[in-house]
């Protein structure tokens, strides 16, 4: 029993040495080519064969979850620091979709399976994807509340936007002064009087 103990513990510590090794082979290798890189050549890389990178993250939306492990716990620090130091609750929603614009750039392409995420349940991103929603919520409603942002805008949505900025930044046409112009684009769609009506309701501000 001691020596097949033991033995199972070697495997253990083995399986978890190679997935750790392999995290950061991805971790290098979708900064360098982005999410888009084959997973053989990660596996080939990480100098193990396709069969073991598989059995630890059997899809690519498995690993990349895996990789924003690490970045979701830096995001929930965020948020934790801005709803315990900012007050106001219009500046609070700011810094927090301003953290959440630097969680979705963590790699080139990123943008595209976190947006997937939302209409797949069964995407190893859908939980995280989903919580950072409804934190969004959180923040959102607590400006609508205080009349800082447009009444009919949902955390959805703003979340949905940020992923659509986030892709743009990295469209051929943008240029140094992008990311800048469209997070202000989207601030101007939030952050208006809440007495505002929803486009297309028919209805006059008040």
């Known amino acids: ?11 253990r510590t083995d ?4 997935r750790t090794h392999i995290l950061e082979v991805a971790e290098e290798f979708f900064a360098e080519q982005g999410i888009t890189g084959s997973m053989d050549a990660i596996a080939k890389r990480a100098g ?8 630890h993250f059997p899809n690519r939306e498995a690993l990349l979850a895996a990789l924003l492990q690490a970045r979701d716990e830096e995001l929930e620090a965020r948020r ?14 700011a810094q927090w979709l301003q953290a959440l614009g630097e969680w979705v750039t963590a790699f080139d392409g990123l ?8 209409t797949e349940g069964t ?20 400006a609508q509340r205080d009349g800082g942002a447009k009444p009919w805008v949902r955390g959805r949505d703003l979340f949905l936007s940020t ?16 990311p ?11 952050e208006t009087p809440a007495t505002e009506t929803a486009p297309g309701s028919g209805e006059d501000p008040a």
């Open 163 to 178: 992923l659509a900025t986030a892709w743009a930044r990295g469209a051929a046409m943008a240029d140094e002064s992008s």
């Open 111 to 118: 943008p595209e399976p976190l947006r997937a995420a939302l």
């Open 15 to 18: 399986k978890q040495r190679n």
């Open 80 to 93: 934790v620091a801005i709803q315990r130091e900012v007050t106001d609750s219009r500046a609070a929603l």
């Open 123 to 142: 995407s190893p991103l859908a939980i995280t994807c989903q919580g950072f929603v409804t934190t969004t919520e959180d923040f959102l409603r607590a």
């Open 1 to 11: 029993m001691g020596e097949a103990a033991a033995g199972e513990r070697r495997q």
């Open 48 to 55: 193990v064969g396709p069969g073991t990178l598989y059995r």
């Open 180 to 190: 800048d112009a469209l997070v202000s684009l989207m601030r101007t769609g939030w």
